[in-house]
């Protein structure tokens, strides 16, 4: 399968079953009163793990999912689930008992937008709330996860509500990172609320299947006039900190061959991120999204920098040869100016390919319900990768307006969010309600 290998619709297939009044649901409404939890004064969103945002937009949610009936509960780590309880039809079926589950995450980077993670929030319980009311209870139980975090954005790690859900990481592991102000992550879930000694259970939990629906944060969907992605493949990615060690020194007495610049040898081994990425080709993207000097004063030569630094490709060949290139650029680099150099890795997540099944699944509803499509890989991190190696698991992608994310210019027309949302309740429909 190509990377951008695209279908129409052949328009031969027996059309799916219609889904009465679905145009009704006013999924528009739930994210614009979603994306008011954490609204920023650049008309952005930004709601930072277990942060005064964060607690209220959960806790916002849990009130709707109970209000349409979807018994909200919390877990140790602040995810939050609503239960639409299967009816066992399908017990001795072959069908695993464990819940079919949807949803995305709740937080958001930085002046972030509304749609990213906050869509297969809304579309999740949206879902559940028109499939109890048009079908009554499914066989299997389904479900919708606000997973508390997956951006990595206020502590230096990510999908934590996935990762603690899937049992990769538990909280002792995370507990002592703190975030820009020095808060810890113990003080953070403590005062939200949640964490081991609370009243909630454990966040391990087994799910049947995982599927998210998810903006495409690309715009390979709108330059090719596509309205359904279907996700082959999630990059894999690398994270790190890098930090550059000089000397302080007067920026006026000390001549420009005898200082240890520790900004100016970050700049350069910046400048070669960019040119070794360049060179690795079209489908390698290296970014670095912050930089911290100190002493941080216009008339002193920095005596440390640290930098951001982000590697992603569909194939972990790639990034661990990118990685490798960097790091001897860098140590030549700090070699030639007497300078430290030093890295923490935060992050490496490998590529990892869909559900072959659920991937002909949607592909079925979308030539069912008319919609044209496309398989792509995804150049995002999903929490979707975390749960595929312990649950068949898939994604749905919908346009993201000029490919547009990660800003408060991020935009999804109603109509592309509908597309979307109509391929998703088939899917959780034939696999809840199937026989
Ligand atoms: O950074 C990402 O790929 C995702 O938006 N967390
Ligand atoms: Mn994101
Ligand atoms: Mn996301």
New binding site residues.
Partial sequence: MTDFEVHTTSGTEDPIQPLPQLEQVELQAFLDWLSTYGADAQGGVTRLLYDQAWCEAQHALAAKMKEKGLAPEFDQSGNLYGTLPGTGAGKGTGMEEAPIVTGSHIDTVVHGGKY?GAYGVAAGVLALEYLQTQFGAPKRTLQVVSLCE??GSRFPF?YWGSRSITGVTGLEEVQHLKDQEGITFAEAIRDAGFGLDRKYKPAAKKYGTFIELHIE?GQVLERLGHSIGIVTDIVGQKRFSITVSGEANHAGTTPMSWRKDALAGAAEMITAVRSIALEAGERLVATVGRITAAPGVGNVVASQAVFSLDIRHIRQESIDRCWQDMLQSFSRIAAEQQLGLNWEEHLSVTPIPMNEQIIADIRDICEGEQLSYMYMPSG???DSQIFQPTCPTAMIFVPSQDGIS?NPLEYTAEEDLMKGFRVLVQLLYKYGYGS
């Fill in positions: 990213d997956e951006e990510a944060q995002a991190g999903h990660h």
